[in-house]
C-alpha cells in the first residue's frame, strides 16, 4: 500500500549539505535516505526547515533515487499573519492533506511556545516566540496541532525524550527510543478549543534501536581499515583515551538528572590512571572553553582529526549520562578497533548485546583488564574480534532499524501490511568531516586501504 509519512527534525533544519559529525549532523539525513530507499513505494514529506533545494538533481537521485522524498516547508515572507499556512497549502497542493498516514519526527529542542496562535495567557494575551523555535519548531508544531496526523517521535537525545512545547496538543502516540519506560511531558495544552489549561501526558517509551541510526553511515568492509599491528605496537600510554563532549551542568530534560559528566571522567580516566603505565590519558571532545582551561587533560578535538590517535588506540570508556539511556558511542568506538569498557550506569539493562566481559564496576577493574589484554596479543585479537562480531550486517543496510521502526508503528496504528522491506546499500560515510559524500564513499579507496588484508 501506497502510504503519505511525514518526516522532520523537531527544532533543526534537515541539512544535506556540509553536515559535520563534530557538530552532530547526519543522523536524520542517513535515515530519510535510507527509509525512502527501502521503500520506493511510499511517499515522504519533510515538513520544516530543509536542504533539498540546495542539492543538485545528481545528488538527490543518488540519495532518493525514486524520487519520494518532498518538502512541503515553505519559508514565510514576514507579511502573512499564519506564518505555517504555505505547508497546508502544499499537502492540498500534492493531494495528500487527508492522505497523511503518520508523522515520524526526530526530537529536538523547543520553546514552550513555538507558534502564535496556540497558547494563551489567562487573561487571553498571546505568548510570544523566540525566532528559533519559530523557525525551527513552529513547523512541526503547527502541522502536529493542525491535521492530528498521528506523531510517532524517535528520541536519540535523553533531553529531548518528549516533545517540551505547551502548545503542541496533538502529542506522541508512542516514543521510539534507546531505553524502556515510561515519561510524563510537561503541562501542554489538551486541545485547539482551549488555548489555556494545560496538563502534562505520561508517554510509553519502547526501545527501538534509534541509537543504531548512525551505523547507517559505516561502510560494510570497515574492518579492512584497522592496523591491528599498529595498536598492539603503539606505546601503552596512547592505549586508552576517551572520545566525549561535555554537557555542563544543565538538567537533562526528563530524565532527572542534573549533573556534569566530568566527575566521572575525573574518578575513571584522569585519577584512575595516574601512576598506572595508562597515565595522561585524554578526554578529547568539545566542552566549555574553561574546562579546557582548569583540566588540561581535557582537550577540544574531534573524531574526524583523529586518525592517527584513533589508530594507536586500543580501549576508551563508555558512559552515559542518564542511567539506562544507550548511545551509538560503544558501536563506534568498536567500528574504529577500539574496546569500549562499559560504566555501570551505561546499558544496565544489556539491550546492546555486548560482550559481557566489556561491563565494568570500577576504575580498577577496567585497569586489570586492559593490563591482562596488554599482557597477552592472542587474547586481545580475540576480545576485539568478539567486539567486532557485535557488529551485523542489517544494523548497516537499515533493514534491522527501519523495519523495526515501521512494525511498532504498524502496530500501533493497525495496519494490516507486511511493512519489512530489503535494506539498500551504504552510500554515506559518518566519520568523514563532510558526511555527505554518498558517490565517493564506497568507491574511492587509499591504495593502502586497497593493499590492506582483511583482520579476520
Known sequence: MKRNILIGKIGKAVKFTNNKIEKGGGNEMML????????????????????????????YNTMFPDGN???????????????????????????????????????????????????????????????????????????LNMTNVPFFCLAEDARYITINGQDLCNRERLVLSQWNGEVTSRHHILS??????QKPTKHKVVYADIEKIPLLGVSPDWKEHIDIEKKITAPVKDRFMVLSNGCGTAKINQAGNNSSRLPVYQKWVNEATKGTEYEGAIVYGSWDEEIYEQYPWIVKKFIVDMDE?????????????????VTAKAYEMITLGIIPFIHPDYD????????????????????KKMRKLDSDDEMYVKALKKCMDVIKP??????????????????????DENTDAKGVPNIFNHFSKEILKPIEVNTAKTSQQKNKKALF
Open 348 to 367: 544496565p539493562e544489556r539491550l546492546l548485546g555486548l560482550p559481557e566481559f566489556l561491563f565494568v564496576n570500577s576504575p580498577e577493574e577496567m585497569i
Open 192 to 197: 485547539l478549543d482551549d488555548l489555556v489549561t
Open 69 to 143: 522524498v518532498k518538502s512541503l516547508y515553505a519559508a514565510h515572507d514576514g507579511i502573512r499573519q499564519d506564518k505555517f499556512a504555505p505547508i497546508l497549502e502544499n499537502m492540498k497542493k500534492y493531494g495528500i492533506y487527508d492522505k497523511l498516514d503518520c508523522a515520524i519526527f526526530l526530537s529536538g529542542l523547543t520553546g514552550n511556545t513555538n507558534c502564535p496562535d496556540f497558547l494563551c495567557k489567562p487573561d487571553g494575551q498571546k505568548y510570544k516566540q523566540l525566532c528559533a523555535h519559530m523557525n525551527y519548531a513552529g513547523p512541526y508544531i503547527y502541522t
Open 309 to 325: 590517535e584513533i589508530s594507536k588506540c586500543k580501549y576508551t570508556l563508555v558512559y552515559s549520562q542518564v542511567r539506562g539511556f
Open 394 to 415: 542489517e544494523w548497516l543496510d537499515g533493514s534491522y532499524l527501519v523495519n523495526g521502526i515501521f512494525r511498532k508503528i504498524s502496530e500501533n496504528l493497525g495496519w
Open 32 to 59: 530519510f535516505s535510507t527509509m525512502a530507499r527501502m521503500h520506493p513505494d511510499w511517499n515522504f514529506w519533510i515538513v520544516g526547515p530543509n536542504e533539498l533545494d540546495k542539492i543538485d538533481k545528481q545528488m
